[in-house]
């Protein structure tokens, strides 16, 4: 009888013991199941940002770039674009405005030449004329009628001959003018030329302007890091260099989960760095725009940002990944 009582009074207790356990682990579930973790990027208010140049072809490549991480000083060289088929061209434009100034110069003698000729020819013709005035002043009286008339003909040759001289030296002087005014607009052109080429080239040397540490960019279609030797299209962004205050996490907040947000909301941040040091954040931006993100599918996403106080003791460094936690519904 006192064993049967025992095993009887036994199922009652352990039946209890059975669904109170349950019961908390229900509750347990539920309470995992109400918290959304939103992971986002530590980034700086305030950074230098590096982008791909415009070039001459739909793509162009990353030759060198200073190692990730490592603290860039302001004038310090950061990323260096492949310039070579602009280098080709600028020596091909220094040798021709070398030629084209050589051409200058021998166009000036040229037309210094046959301005000298034109009033050389101008000076005779004149002179011609004032003997031939001369020689047709003789009265009939005192030369024969063949010897007048030869007279008065050399007379109206000799004016026919000045204003064809004066005409050449006109046409030489124009034609000079012209010819060095050409030479002059192929030399400004090509001295342009050189001088947008040398920027562009010159922009293909990104240097830093302020001090800090150096990250590289995502590819926008893969989402690995870019990387020396990698091509890119123009506008793309590179690296940058994130200033060392003005911090705050930056999230992509999927539309379902878009409804438990709401600004100057607290928050509790966890960098993944100090997993066991959580801080307290505040949403003091949500765009009320959602966009696509190439990367994640076609999901439309909201972006969200949690700022915190950076004059706590955590070494906090833009690049640094954190999650945050919300409470989601009871039906979730």
Known sequence: MKANLKQSTLKPLCLAMLLSS???SADSYAEDVQSIFITGEVKAGDSQTFFSP????????????????????PGDVVVVFEGGSIASTIEQDEVSLNNAQDELKRQQN?????????????????????????????????VSVFDYEENQLKLEQAVIQKHKAKASLAEAKTTAQVNIRKQEIEIARLQINLKENRERLNDLTHKATNQGPILYANH??????????????????IAEIPAMTGLYLEAWVHEIDYK????????????DAYQKT??????????????????WGKDA????????????????????????????????
Do not use: C
């Open 110 to 142: 040229k037309g210094l030449q046959a301005i000298l000729e034109a009033e050389f020819a101008l000076t005779r013709a004149e002179l011609l004329l004032e003997k031939a005035k001369i020689d047709a002043a003789v009265p009939k009286s005192h």
């Open 220 to 237: 926008p279609w893969y989402g690995s890091k870019l990387f020396s030797g990698a091509t890119a299209q123009p506008g793309w962004k």
């Open 301 to 332: 996403y909201y972006r969200a940002v949690f700022s915190f106080d950076e004059t706590q003791k955590l070494k906090i460094l833009p690049g640094m990944t954190g999650r945050v936690r919300l409470q989601g519904d009871q039906s979730e």
């Open 278 to 295: 959580p801080i307290t954040a505040k949403l003091t931006n949500l765009s009320t725009q959602p966009e696509e993100r190439q990367e």
């Open 22 to 24: 349950s019961m908390f």
């Open 54 to 73: 415009q070039s001459d072809t739909w793509r162009v490549q990353i030759e060198w770039m200073l190692p990730e991480g490592e603290v860039a000083k």
């Open 260 to 271: 438990h947000l709401t600004l100057e909301q607290s928050v509790n941040l966890t960098l």
